[in-house]
């Protein structure tokens, strides 16, 4: 089930324990603890258990992006590749439409030495004059990733699109069986064009979720 949730990042640690741990529980399931008599409603259904654990999942893959977005934040390297999906590897977009044939797909080890790396890669097309986007992963990181500050004051989605511009959005096509989390800076003028987002895409694989997804979004040309 799609959900939109909208907070500051102050509150987003605090509001993801919560919620990933108790409270969601709490809601999902129904249940109503009697603080008279100690007791509890009958025991959840299956389907309320099911909804229960989905939601306790989700909870950790909010923590997870939301570490990620920390490490991303300090072009900490290192720490970022720990959350790449070993086998798959992180697909970089930087514009709101996953292209397969021209976005760039790094391992978690090439990812790991990317403050050393000064191999200039080209990860696809600009939007305002179709001219290459030639980069080093850094400088990539700083025109596409990390243009804006979403640590701070960005509102947060969990597989919701919370704003689209003029681009295809195709992310939930081109991660089948996927989840990710829009972290979401609205436009700050009349034009609504000076809002950005950065998406993360992860894949679940037993109770660990891996990234394998950065898309940036902004007003195209």
Known sequence: MKRRVIVFFCLIALMIGLAAGFVLRGLVSGQQLSSHTGTTTAEPSASQQDAE???DQKGRMVITAIK??????EQDFETLSTFVDPEEGVTFTPYSTVD?????TFSAE???????????????LSSSDSSP?????????DSYVWDADYWGVAELGIDT????GN???NVSDAYPGCHFVDFYLPATD???RDWSSLKLVFQQSGSEWYLVGIIHSEWTA
């Open 68 to 73: 990620a977005v920390r490490a991303i934040s």
């Open 167 to 169: 681009s295809l959005e």
């Open 133 to 141: 986007i030639k980069l080093t992963i850094p400088e990539y990181f």
């Open 53 to 55: 654990e989905s939601a």
């Open 190 to 192: 009349a034009t609504d």
């Open 161 to 164: 699109v919370l704003h689209s």
């Open 100 to 104: 397969p044939t021209s976005n760039l």
């Open 110 to 124: 090439v990812l790991s030495n990317a403050g050393t790396d000064e191999t200039t890669y080209v990860w696809g």
